[in-house]
C-alpha cells in the first residue's frame, strides 16, 4: 500500500457513505389534515369550510353555548371559514366600578316575587330510540377518549334513524375521524351524533322526527360497517344505554 492509499481508502469510504445516505428513505411527513381535531394548544381554532359551531363544539366536548359566549357569537350562530375561535374562556376580569358610582336605591318594602324564565325552543325528549338494529360491538367508556358513544353493528346500507325528533345542525364529512356524520339538535340539553354512515339523507336546518330515516349505515371513517352513536347533555358525552330502552 503506497502512502498515499490511506487517503483515497477515506475517500472512497466517504463517496460510499454519502451514496447509502441518498437511497436512504427519508422520515415521513405527518399528514395532519387526516388526523381528528384536538385541543389546540394556542387556546383558539381556525374555522374550515362546511365546519359549523355545533360541529366545532363537538369536537371539542364543549357546549355550543359556551363556545359562542366565549367568542361574542348570537343565534343563529354563524361561522365563516377563516374565522379564529377561541376555544377557552376568556381570562380578563370585567373592571370593578369605582367606588364613587351612584348611590344605589333603597329597595321597596313589598314587592311581588317573579321568576323570569327563557322560553323552550323544543320539546321536552319523553323517549329515545335506539338509532338502527344491530348487536352493540363497543360499549361506552367514561375513561377511553376513543369510546365516547357506542358502535351498533349492522349491514352496509342499512336504515338510521333519528333517536328523537329535533333540528339537524350538522351533515357533512369534515369531521375525519367520524366519517360521514350527523349531528342532531333535540333540545337546550341533548344532541345526538350518527357517524360512519354511507349515505346522508337529511341537511342541515331540517326539522326530523323520532324514528325517522336520516342516514344510511357505512364504514367512512371506520375499519368495518357500523354506526358510531352519541348523547351529549351540555356538550359532553353520556352513555347512551342509560337513555335508550331495553331490548
Known amino acids: ?68 359566549r366565549w367568542n361574542g357569537i348570537h343565534s343563529p350562530y354563524r361561522i365563516y371559514p377563516g374565522q379564529k375561535l377561541r376555544m377557552r374562556p376568556p381570562t380578563h376580569t370585567a373592571r370593578r366600578a369605582p367606588r364613587h358610582t351612584v348611590k344605589p336605591r333603597s329597595k321597596p318594602r313589598h314587592r311581588t316575587r317573579s321568576v323570569h324564565r327563557a322560553p323552550s325552543h323544543s320539546r321536552a325528549i319523553t323517549a329515545w330510540r335506539w338509532p338502527t338494529s344491530g348487536p352493540v360491538l363497543h360499549a361506552y367508556s367514561a375513561t377511553d377518549p376513543g369510546k365516547k358513544g357506542i358502535d351498533i353493528g349492522g349491514k352496509n346500507g342499512q336504515p338510521v334513524l333519528a333517536s328523537a325528533s329535533g333540528e339537524v345542525v350538522y351533515s357533512g364529512s369534515g369531521l375525519i375521524r ?70
Not at 451514496?19 to 381554532?45: E, I, K, T
Not at 371513517?221 to 344505554?241: Q, S, Y
Open 178 to 247: 367520524f366519517g360521514k356524520l350527523i349531528i342532531i339538535k333535540h333540545n337546550q340539553t341533548y344532541f345526538s351524533a350518527y357517524a360512519h354512515n354511507r349515505k346522508l339523507l337529511v341537511k342541515e336546518g331540517m326539522k326530523v322526527r323520532a324514528g325517522q330515516e336520516i342516514a344510511e349505515m357505512g364504514s367512512t371513517g371506520a375499519t368495518r360497517t357500523m354506526l358510531h352513536f352519541e348523547i351529549r347533555r351540555n356538550g359532553k358525552p353520556v352513555d347512551p344505554l342509560r337513555y335508550l330502552p331495553r331490548r
Open 1 to 68: 500500500m503506497t502512502a498515499g492509499a490511506p487517503g483515497r481508502w477515506l475517500l472512497l469510504a466517504a463517496v460510499l457513505l454519502l451514496h447509502g445516505c441518498g437511497g436512504a428513505p427519508v422520515a415521513p411527513v405527518q399528514d395532519l389534515s387526516a388526523r381528528p381535531h384536538s385541543r389546540s394548544h394556542s387556546g383558539y381554532h381556525v374555522v374550515r369550510r362546511g365546519e359549523t359551531l355545533y360541529s366545532i363544539s363537538f369536537t371539542y366536548g364543549y357546549d355550543y353555548r359556551e363556545v359562542a
